[in-house]
Antibody
Framework: QVQLQESGPGLVRPSGTLSLTCDVSGASISGSDWWSWFRQSPGQGLEWIGEIYHSGITNYNPSLKSRVTMSVDKSKNQFSLRLSSVTAADTAIYYC??????????????????WGQGTLVTVSS | IQMTQSPSSLSASLGDRVTISCRTSQNINNYLNWYQHKPGKAPKLLIY???NLQRGVPSRFSGSGSGTHFTLTISSLQPEDFATFYCQQSYLTPRTFGQGTKLEIK
């Protein structure tokens, strides 16, 4: 069974950098899947932040691209998110998830099948 | 791609049949997934490729549609079904979701 678990500080100061890690078990981060980050701000829906492949290739949401950095640590089977220059608007529950291709011959045939439970990050002084 | 779900909230009773709509701003063929999300829990994949039931998901859930209009139907509401539902397109980056439909008990 694939499991993902987010970890990191629950409180970040304004203008600081949010750093989260997602530990993956039951699957190799070096496989054919992509590894993603999402967030849900209070009272809002799900927002895709970006994704990373084990080779280090990334795709970021243009709305956050200038502040986001993702990385992979294959030795620990984990991936990480850094979001810089945070403000109160970045207060949210942050989730990590696996993006899985159900048809390897079709580049659009994918979904997010395993998710972490989420971790609340509050930006406040 | 803009995703528009309707209704944004819905009150229904146990045993009711409910339908949630998702419209996209451009043709995405059938590259549409549906998720169920409960507070404090991880989102759960229900339907992929518009109409395919994810393994382990009860058959009372079904999806249909293609192009720009999609629907999620729950044939007979059970107590565990009350949650927020999201559609998500897998056709383009950035990956985008509808704004969610909150299903509540009447």
């Amino acid at each position: 069974q694939v499991q993902l678990q987010e970890s990191g500080p629950g409180l970040v100061r304004p203008s600081g950098t949010l750093s989260l890690t997602c530990d993956v078990s039951g699957a190799s981060i070096s496989g054919s899947d992509w590894w993603s980050w999402f967030r849900q701000s209070p009272g809002q829906g799900l927002e895709w932040i970006g994704e990373i492949y084990h080779s280090g290739i990334t795709n970021y949401n243009p709305s956050l691209k200038s502040r986001v950095t993702m990385s992979v640590d294959k030795s620990k089977n984990q991936f990480s998110l850094r979001l810089s220059s945070v403000t109160a608007a970045d207060t949210a529950i942050y989730y990590c998830a696996r993006r899985y291709y159900y048809d390897g011959s079709d580049p659009y045939s994918h979904y997010f099948d395993y998710w972490g439970q989420g971790t609340l990050v509050t930006v406040s002084s | 791609i803009q995703m528009t779900q309707s209704p944004s909230s819905l009150s229904a009773s146990l045993g009711d049949r409910v339908t949630i709509s998702c419209r996209t701003s451009q043709n995405i063929n059938n590259y549409l997934n549906w998720y169920q999300h409960k507070p404090g829990k991880a989102p759960k994949l229900l339907i992929y490729a518009a109409s395919n039931l994810q393994r382990g998901v009860p058959s009372r859930f079904s999806g249909s549609g293609s192009g720009t209009h999609f629907t999620l139907t729950i044939s007979s509401l059970q107590p565990e079904d009350f949650a927020t539902f999201y559609c998500q397109q897998s056709y383009l980056t950035p990956r985008t979701f509808g704004q969610g439909t909150k299903l509540e008990i009447k």
